[in-house]
T-cell receptor, first 112, second 118 residues
C-alpha cells in the first residue's frame, strides 16, 4: 500500500477556500485516492475519491495531477463545522477485503 | 437502523478486567472491520470479517484480543485482562462487500467505543 504524507495541521477562517495536499510518490497503477473526514467523537466519513484529473461532489473537489504522485482536497468556503481531521488514503478499490490504512491526517481548524 | 451503531459508547475498566464491545453494522453489509484509534492518531486496522468468517486478524495486538461475528451480522470485540495501553477508541465499520467489482466499497463507521483502562 502506498504511503501518504500530508500536513499535520492547518488553520483557516470561515468563508475561505482550504486546500490540503497529500503526497503519495509510490502510488500504484490500480490505486485510487480517497479522502475521509473525522469529526471529534465520531468515526471517519468518506468524502471523495478519484483516480486522475478532477472530481467534484457536493462536499469537496479533488485535484489529481497527471503523474498522480500527489493530490489536493479542496474545500470551498469553509465553515466552523468543517473543523475536523482529514485523512488521505491510497488503495485499490477492487478489493473489498482491503483494510483502510490511515495516517495521522490533517487537523483543520476553522476560526470565525 | 440508518447507520453503524456501537455500544457502549464509553467504557471504564480496571486493569485486568475483561470487556466486550458490540457493533451493529448496517443491515445487509457483508464486510465488517474493527479499528483501534489512539489519541491523536489515525485509526489502525484490527480485524476483518466477511459474513461470519474472520478473514484477517493480522492487526490484533495480542492474544488478549478476540473478535467474533457468529451470525454474520452483529460483531463483538472482546479484550481479556485489559491493560492501560488498551485505552483507545474502538471503531467498527461495515461495507457492502461487493466482490470483484470496480465500485468502491465505502466503509461506514460507527461512532466508536471509548475504552479507558485505569
Amino acid at each position: 500500500l502506498a504511503k501518504t504524507t500530508q500536513p499535520i495541521s492547518m488553520d483557516s477562517y470561515e468563508g475561505q477556500e482550504v486546500n490540503i495536499t497529500c503526497s503519495h510518490n509510490n502510488i500504484a497503477t490500480n490505486d485510487y485516492i480517497t479522502w475521509y473526514q473525522q469529526f471529534p467523537s465520531q468515526g471517519p466519513r468518506f468524502i471523495i475519491q478519484g483516480y486522475k484529473t478532477k472530481v467534484t461532489n457536493e462536499v469537496a473537489s479533488l485535484f489529481i495531477p497527471a503523474d498522480r504522485k500527489s493530490s489536493t482536497l479542496s474545500l470551498p468556503r469553509v465553515s466552523l463545522s468543517d473543523t475536523a481531521v482529514y485523512y488521505c488514503l491510497v488503495g485499490d478499490p477492487r478489493y473489498n477485503t482491503d483494510k483502510l490504512i490511515f495516517g495521522t491526517g490533517t487537523r483543520l481548524q476553522v476560526f470565525p | 437502523g440508518a447507520g453503524v451503531s456501537q455500544s457502549p459508547r464509553y467504557k471504564v475498566a480496571k486493569r485486568g478486567q475483561d470487556v466486550a464491545l458490540r457493533c451493529d453494522p448496517i443491515s445487509g453489509h457483508v464486510s465488517l472491520f474493527w479499528y483501534q484509534q489512539a489519541l491523536g492518531q489515525g485509526p489502525e486496522f484490527l480485524t476483518y470479517f466477511q459474513n461470519e468468517a474472520q478473514l484477517d486478524k493480522s492487526g490484533l495486538p495480542s492474544d488478549r484480543f478476540f473478535a467474533e461475528r457468529p451470525e454474520g451480522s452483529v460483531s463483538t470485540l472482546k479484550i481479556q485482562r485489559t491493560q492501560q495501553e488498551d485505552s483507545a477508541v474502538y471503531l467498527c465499520a461495515s461495507s457492502l462487500g461487493l466482490a470483484g467489482s470496480w465500485s468502491y466499497n465505502e466503509q461506514f463507521f460507527g461512532p466508536g467505543t471509548r475504552l479507558t483502562v485505569l
